[in-house]
């Protein structure tokens, strides 16, 4: 095997490790911005991981060995995941592990060890929060897959990054049924990564809280890689939204350094507009009952389903 | 066996399957291993024997309860082996047993479709003998001996279903098998819930067998003759073949659980000892998908594509209406029933895709699609299995099968748990889990279906595949709680701390069908290119095995893959890596403390979701699906009560007017029945006359 694509393969999870947390700091600093206060450094989000993995972990007494495995777990999915998801270049040697499908599988996995994990301990919140958690996953899964599928109709493959590579070799009009999926996709990048409206990341209000419910019982190192495990899911996302809705400069025949080189700075040039547009979207729209959530993800997975129709009537023309 | 140059969509308005079909049987017998057919009913007969057995000492629990069940499991091993022998090698062997009625022997065949079930059923049956061996105690209510009459004759029934080669012989065994699991869910007969669930799993086993009866009359087309033979040779007018279809979508619906015919499979499959339950989900469902199969792609030959649709739409219907049931229950048992009914509905879905390719002149898909059904076949048939043993222990350790009265039992009960985790991962369709190669698959083939080349059914069928996404993920809601409510959190109830872990044996079983989930989900490749056997066989493609020994990539020309192997290690690679940097470059310290109660007091186990609560959700968002009774408190009540009754809309619109009708005409009927002899006399008389009459007519 030659060495090229194991390093890019090696850059893009490092970049992937590193950058997320940013990612969360600069939708922090945007929101901010909007909302005219002072925002706290950038920076925060790794300082807060590394003053947590220097902590002693305080575990429940009826804690159960998967409480301790799960944000190993979780962590892994998503590194596993970063890995797979063309954010810098296309055929990766992962990549031939997993297509698009088997992505959403990795993302219900380290759900439900999530949602496992928080059951464990038994106290009202962690099993409130993973209830919440699975209703609002079982809702965004398939609206997800739905939007994979219609990618994967028009490009004829479910491989990510051949998907993205006929994308980016289209011309530069937006297929009709590929609007719809984008505004799916966007509902269910809220929903999953527990943004405005459907979750706040910022709250500890117990009646409202999904995420943060679930991690109450977790502190220190274990916390650490939950925290890491959800920026960097937040960060999928937003990789999976450019492969999918914004293709071009995702080095996909040339893993070369200078491919490798322009990817870089151009990913982090829609990472900015993503976090900001995120910030936006957070900032205009208000919470949603926990009850009204079910009916966002409804149209999220209408929305999705309608992108389906239109390719099948547009493409049997 | 090269599939180079076999491309998708080739073969369209290619002559009649019925021509390649046995062009293949012929070309197979030459494999140099003669006899599998007869090692196979050996094997069977080997079952019947030691059930029978059981008799000498029927109360020696030891000695039908132990010995007996490992022989048992012995003898299903070495089934699972003999089948996959005879499928890696191709055989096809018939042969013609001069038992039963003087004009009627019993004709026998294997081939690659029944070698496949054979596997299935010797390999779960490995699984579940193991754990009976070390399950089934004194206080079972019925003897053991003669549960282990009852069990192995229901073992060797789904056997013979497996071989027979004319109808005779089918209906032999599928009455066999339907009485003898009737005997074995009604072991605990003194419980009236338990008599009533074996009665309504009883009249829809004839209801359905009676289906199958006028099918097989349908079939022989006229020629009276009943082998499997003469109805593939018998040509069929169209409408007949249709109505033979649909008949048989019926009778075997009504077997493995299709809504609406599903009813009897919530009440039987609690009812029943968990090894049983086991047994009947895992293995006996899958003799009906088998029935489905032998009777679309060999009996019929070539289906139309519209027969396709019902299938596909029934199980559509099916999977959607069990999976929301599932997530709804409080029994565990009842709640795996429930998934189990999803499961099924799965599967007719992938048959009834596979026909639509089938017709439409698509084999290669048509085999993809039927892959995904056979594979979804032996995952169901391994973690299902897995899961109503795993319940099997809970209920013998704490009694009880109420998930409001379970919780934490992961500390008392850690094999069971960690073992039932494979299983319920599994059944939530996770990767690198089999669960999920299956679902990946099924949904790959609906990914072809807007390349049929009919205008709605092209739009249409895309559709099936959003209900196959969400009801993949409402599994893994109801893997959720099922995992969570019963070993995680606090234990609801004080009796459970003294909960026992299980023994060696059903850990033993247990840990076989765990090895199963595990080796069907990290090797797909090998999996699928045996199944290839069977596609070859009934659709005459061969669905395309994986590019390497590692990467499963089941479509030519597309940039398709998958390879769990490499995605677990590169999993683990992650998670060792995490565990040891985060080791190395800072610490290992642990401190327990009591759980965090937001200053509150005292963390009660009542505090937690209970089973109600964590299936809330799907009971608000699929409202319309249930019948809900709900008796809620009232702020003055001086003892508040809340009490909630889900059930199956189906019961009341068409369950219970039918009944009504029945009961109508048994009462009409009754005039007839006067109770005095002359009567009797007077109608024996009048018919006498009557036939009479006729026969000097005629």
Redesign the interface.
Same mark, same amino acid.
């Given at each position: 095997m030659r060495l090229g694509p194991l390093i890019a393969q090696a850059l893009e999870i490092a970049v992937a490790l590193a950058a997320a947390p940013l990612f969360v700091g600069w939708v922090n600093q945007c929101r901010a911005w909007l909302a005219n206060r002072s925002a706290p450094s950038m920076l925060l989000p790794y300082r807060n991981i590394r003053k947590l993995?220097?902590k002693?972990?305080?575990?429940?007494?009826?804690?159960?060995p998967?409480f301790r495995i799960a944000p190993?777990?979780v962590?892994?999915?998503m590194?596993?995941a970063a890995?797979i998801i063309p954010s810098l270049a296309g055929r990766l040697p992962?990549v031939?592990?997993?297509?698009a499908?088997?992505l959403v599988?990795?993302f219900?996995?380290a759900?439900?060890f999530l949602? =496992?994990a928080a059951?464990?301990?038994?106290?009202?919140?962690?099993? *409130?929060g993973?209830?919440?958690e699975?209703?609002i996953?079982?809702?965004a899964? /398939?609206a997800l897959?739905?939007v994979i599928?219609v990618a994967? *109709?028009i490009s004829?493959?479910?491989?990510l990054p051949?998907i993205s590579a006929h994308l980016a070799s289209e011309h530069l009009v937006i297929d009709p049924s590929l609007a719809f999926t984008a505004i799916a996709f966007t509902l269910v990048l809220l929903a999953e990564n527990a943004r405005i409206p459907v979750d706040n990341p910022a709250t500890h209000l117990?009646l409202t809280m999904i995420h943060e419910a679930m991690l109450?019982?977790y502190s220190a190192?274990h916390l650490a *890689?939950m925290e890491w495990a959800s920026a960097l899911r937040l960060f999928n996302y937003a990789c999976i939204g450019f492969a999918l809705f914004v293709p071009w400069g995702i080095a996909a025949r040339d893993i070369g350094p200078l491919g490798l080189t322009l990817a870089i700075p151009l990913l982090a040039l829609k990472l900015a507009a993503a976090g900001a547009g995120l910030a936006v979207i957070e900032t205009v729209s208000a919470k949603l009952r926990v009850?009204r959530a /079910?009916e966002f993800l409804a149209t999220a997975?209408l929305f999705?389903?309608l992108g =389906?129709?239109v390719h099948? =009537?547009l493409?049997?023309a | 066996m090269s599939i180079a140059g076999e491309h998708l969509g080739q073969g369209r308005g290619a002559p009649g399957l019925r021509h390649r079909i046995p062009q293949h049987v012929i070309a197979s017998p030459s494999s140099p291993f003669s006899g599998s057919l007869a090692v196979c009913l050996a094997l069977l007969t080997a079952w019947l024997v030691i059930g029978a057995a059981g008799l000498l000492s029927p109360r020696n629990v030891r000695y039908a309860g132990r010995l007996l069940f490992v022989l048992g499991a012995l003898v299903g091993f070495a089934l699972a082996a003999a089948a996959a022998w005879s499928l890696v090698k191709g055989v096809t062997e018939t042969s013609v047993l001069p038992i039963g009625l003087p004009d009627l022997p019993f004709h026998l065949r294997i081939d690659a479709l029944s070698a496949v079930f054979l596997l299935l059923l010797g390999a779960a049956a490995t699984g579940v003998s193991l754990f009976s061996a070390g399950y089934f105690r004194e206080s079972d209510g019925m003897a053991p001996g003669l549960l282990c009459l009852q069990y192995h004759v229901f073992l060797a029934s789904m056997g013979l279903v497996l071989l027979a080669d004319d109808a005779y012989a089918y209906m032999v065994g599928w009455e066999l098998m339907a009485l003898s699991s009737y005997f074995l869910v009604t072991t605990q007969h003194r419980i009236p819930e338990i008599r009533r669930a074996g009665f309504i799993y009883l009249l829809m086993a004839h209801v359905g067998a009676l289906s199958i009866l006028l099918s097989f009359g349908l079939l022989q087309g006229g020629s009276w003759h009943f082998t499997f033979d003469a109805m593939r040779a018998a040509h069929l007018s169209p409408g007949w073949a249709a109505g033979a279809f649909l008949l048989a979508l019926v009778g075997f619906g009504a077997k493995a659980g299709l809504v609406p015919l599903h009813v009897w499979l919530p009440e039987a499959h609690p009812a029943a000892p968990s090894p049983v339950s086991a047994l009947l989900s895992g293995v006996m469902l899958k003799t009906a998908v088998y029935g489905m199969l032998r009777v679309t792609f060999d009996l019929l030959g070539h289906p139309v594509w519209w027969w396709g649709l019902v299938p596909l739409a029934a199980g559509l219907l099916t999977a959607l209406y069990g999976a929301v049931f599932a997530a709804v229950q409080t029994d565990m048992k009842r709640l795996l029933a429930y998934s189990s009914i999803e499961n099924v509905g799965l599967l007719f879905t992938g048959l009834g895709l596979s026909v639509v390719f089938l017709g439409a002149g698509m084999p290669a898909l048509a085999a993809l699609a039927l892959l995904a059904t056979l594979y979804h076949c032996l995952n169901h048939a391994a973690m299902k299995s897995l899961l109503f043993l795993g319940t099997g222990s809970v209920l013998h350790a704490t009694g009880q099968r109420n998930l409001g009265r379970l919780?934490?039992l992961?500390?008392r009960m850690p094999w069971v748990a960690a073992l039932t985790?494979v299983g319920a991962?599994a059944l939530?369709?996770? @990767?690198p889990l089999n669960g999920?190669v299956s679902e #990946?698959l099924l949904?790959?083939s609906f990914?072809f279906a807007?390349e049929i080349p009919r205008?709605f059914v092209?739009?249409l069928i895309?559709?099936g595949?959003?209900v196959v996404?969400?009801c993949?993920?409402?599994a893994? $809601?109801v893997?959720?709680?099922f $995992?969570?409510?019963i070993f995680?959190?606090?234990p609801r109830e004080s009796s459970l701390s003294e909960a026992h872990d299980c023994g060696l044996l059903e850990r033993l079983g247990l840990g076989w069908l765990a090895v199963l989930c595990l080796a069907l989900g990290l090797a797909p490749v090998q999996v699928i290119s045996t199944l290839a056997h069977v596609t070859r066989q009934l659709t005459g493609s061969a669905a395309p095995r994986g590019a390497t020994w590692w990467?499963l990539a089941p479509i030519p020309g597309?940039?398709?893959? $998958?390879?769990p192997l490499?995605?677990l290690l590169?999993?683990?690679a992650?998670?060792v890596l995490?565990?040891l940097l985060?080791r190395l470059? $800072?610490?290992g310290?642990?401190?327990?403390?009591? @759980? #965090?109660?937001?200053g509150f007091g005292e963390?009660t186990?009542r505090?937690?979701?209970t089973a109600e609560?964590?299936g809330? @959700?799907?009971r608000?968002?699929f409202q319309s699906f249930f019948a809900i009774e709900r008796e809620l408190p009232t702020p003055f009540d001086a003892a508040p009560h809340y009490r909630i009754a889900i059930s199956d809309r189906i019961w009341r619109a068409l369950y219970e007017p039918v009944a009504g009708w029945v009961r109508r005409l048994a009462d009409a009927m009754a005039v007839l029945q006067r109770g005095r002899i002359s009567a009797y006399l007077l109608y024996s008389f009048a018919t006498l006359v009557f036939l009479l009459a006729v026969v000097l007519a005629t």
């Open positions: 993995f220097h002693d972990a305080v575990l429940a007494q009826n804690a159960s998967l190993y777990v962590f892994g999915a590194v596993v890995a992962l031939v592990a997993a297509d499908i088997a599988g990795l219900a996995t759900r439900v949602s =496992l059951m464990d301990v038994g106290t009202a919140f962690g099993t *409130l993973a209830r919440r699975m209703m996953g079982f809702l899964e /398939p897959l739905m599928f994967s *109709l004829a493959t479910t491989a051949a117990e109450l019982e190192r *890689l009850m /079910p997975f999705a389903v =389906l129709l099948v =009537l493409g049997g | 919780g934490g992961i500390h985790l991962l939530a369709g996770l @990767p999920f #990946w949904l790959q990914l807007d205008t092209n739009l895309p559709l595949a959003a996404a969400l993949a993920a409402l893994g $809601y893997m959720v709680k $995992y969570g409510v995680l959190g606090q990467l597309r940039a398709v893959s $998958y390879s490499v995605f590169a999993g683990a992650v998670v995490t565990v985060v470059f $800072y610490h310290r642990v401190r327990r403390a009591r @759980p #965090w109660d937001c963390l186990s505090m937690q979701d609560g964590f809330q @959700p799907i608000n968002i």
